[in-house]
C-alpha cells in the first residue's frame, strides 16, 4: 500500500515515466508527504466522534464513529448518565461524502473499525447497545456495494476484533480466533490469557496478542500463534508503564508496535521491534510524546502517527524506510492549536495518507495529503 522510497534519480524517472504511461499519477516520496489539508466533514449531530480511517483505493476512503452521544448530568459530579450515540460510516467518493444504511443498526452504536479489503469489499465492527443497563453486543457488517448487510459472528460471541485485508478476513472474539471461509467462521484457535491490547492476524500461522500478563499484573506480554501452538515471547520493556496501542506484522520474524507510557513527564512515545527473538525498544525520533497507529505498505515501508509535543496544532508523523525512522514534517491544523491523531491509512497507488482525531476546539478533523 505505501510507495517505496526510491534515492536512485534514474529509478524515479523511470517509475514516472511508467506510471505516467499508464494513466496514474506517481507517488510521492516520505519528504513530500504529510502536507495536510482539511477534509470539509457532513452534517453530524453534536458530541460526534470519529475512531478510524481506511482506505482500498482514492475513491474508497472511509470513515467511522459516532454522533450525537446525549450526557445527563446527575446531582453530584460523577453520577450523571451517558446514552449512546448513532453509527457514523461515510466514504470518500468523487470528491464527497457518502452514506450507506447499515442493516440492523439504525441506532445507539459506536462503529470503533473500518477495514477496507478492497474498494467495494469493506467490513466495518463496534459496540451496539441496547436499552437500560443492558451490556452491549458486537455489530459486524460488510458492504454490498448498496449497503452494510450485517454478519453473524460465531455463537456466544461478546466480543469482535475484526480484521479485514485482500488476503483474509479475520475476527478474534472474547474466547477464539476465526477465518471467514466463504459464508461461515472457521475456528483458528482459542485467545491466550492476558490481558490484550494490541492484536495482529497477518495469516493464519502468524497471529499476536500484545498486553498485560493481567488486569492486575502490568508486566508486558507477547503472545504469537504459529499454526501449531501459542509462544510466550520475550518483550523488553523500554520505558517504565507502557501501554500498546497498535502493532503491525510485515512476517513472522519483523513486526512493529507502538504505544505510549504515561509514567513520565511528559508522557513518551513507544516503538518497539520483533526480530524473531524479542520485542525490544526502537527510539523514535524526538519531538512526540505519543504514538497512536502504525500501518505498513509494500516493500517494508512503515507509517506511524502520534501526538506532537513541540508542535502540537500538527499531527507527529514518522516514517521507516531503509531500516530507520524518520520525523517528517506536517502542516498544521488551520485555526486549531493541538490535534491528536489517532487513525491513519494510505491510499494504495497513490501513497496518499489520511489520519484523522481530536483537536481542541470543534469536532473531530479529517485530514489528508493526497489530492
Do not use: C
Not at 16 to 24: D, E, H
Not at 26 to 42: E, I, K, N, Q, W
Not at 163 to 168: F, K, P, Y
Not at 263 to 279: C, E, I, N, Q, Y
Request: net charge negative.
Amino acid at each position: 500500500m505505501i510507495p517505496r522510497k526510491t534515492s536512485a534519480r534514474l529509478a524515479a524517472a523511470l517509475t514516472a515515466g511508467a506510471l505516467a504511461a499508464g494513466g496514474l499519477a506517481a507517488p510521492a516520496s516520505a519528504a513530500a508527504r504529510g502536507g495536510f489539508t482539511p477534509v470539509p466533514l457532513p452534517f453530524f449531530w453534536p458530541n460526534n466522534s470519529l475512531h478510524d480511517v481506511d482506505a482500498a483505493s482514492a475513491d474508497s476512503v472511509w470513515i467511522a464513529g459516532d454522533q450525537g452521544e446525549l450526557v445527563i448530568p446527575g446531582p453530584i459530579p460523577g453520577t450523571g448518565q451517558s446514552i449512546p450515540g448513532n453509527p457514523v460510516v461515510r466514504r470518500w467518493k468523487d470528491a464527497r461524502w457518502v452514506e450507506y444504511d447499515l442493516q440492523n443498526l439504525t441506532s445507539r452504536a459506536t462503529i470503533t473499525d473500518v477495514d477496507a479489503a478492497g474498494p467495494e469489499d469493506v467490513w466495518i465492527t463496534g459496540p451496539k447497545y441496547g436499552s437500560g443497563d443492558t451490556a452491549p453486543v458486537p455489530y459486524v457488517a460488510r458492504f454490498t456495494g448498496a449497503r452494510f448487510e450485517q454478519v453473524a459472528l460465531p455463537s456466544g460471541a461478546r466480543a469482535a476484533n475484526l480484521q479485514a485485508r485482500a488476503g483474509g478476513v479475520w475476527v478474534a472474539t472474547d474466547g477464539a480466533v476465526y477465518r471467514r471461509t466463504g459464508d461461515t467462521w472457521t475456528q483458528i484457535t482459542t485467545v491466550p490469557d492476558m490481558q490484550q491490547y494490541a492484536s495482529y492476524i497477518r495469516a493464519d500461522d502468524d497471529i499476536w496478542f500484545l498486553g498485560t500478563v493481567s488486569r492486575t499484573d502490568q508486566t508486558l506480554a507477547a503472545h504469537h500463534w504459529d499454526g501449531n501452538s501459542w509462544q510466550s515471547v520475550p518483550v523488553h520493556e523500554p520505558v517504565p508503564g507502557t501501554g500498546f496501542t497498535d502493532m503491525v506484522a510485515l512476517s513472522p520474524t519483523d513486526a512493529w508496535a507502538t504505544g505510549i507510557s504515561y509514567r513520565t513527564s511528559p508522557a513518551s512515545p513507544v516503538l518497539m521491534h520483533w526480530d524473531g527473538t524479542a520485542w525490544t525498544g526502537v527510539t523514535p525520533p524526538p519531538g512526540l510524546n505519543a504514538l497512536t497507529r502504525i500501518v505498513a505498505g509494500g516493500g517494508g515501508t512503515l507509517w506511524a502517527v502520534g501526538h506532537s509535543l513541540d508542535e502540537p496544532a500538527k499531527p507527529g508523523l514518522l516514517h521507516y524506510a531503509g531500516g530507520a525512522w524518520e520525523r517528517v514534517p506536517t502542516t498544521a491544523v488551520p485555526n486549531r492549536s493541538n490535534i491528536y491523531a489517532t487513525a491513519l491509512a494510505v491510499v494504495p497507488g497513490t501513497g496518499a495518507l489520511w489520519t484523522l482525531g481530536s483537536v481542541n476546539v470543534g469536532g473531530p478533523v479529517v485530514l489528508t495529503d493526497g489530492p
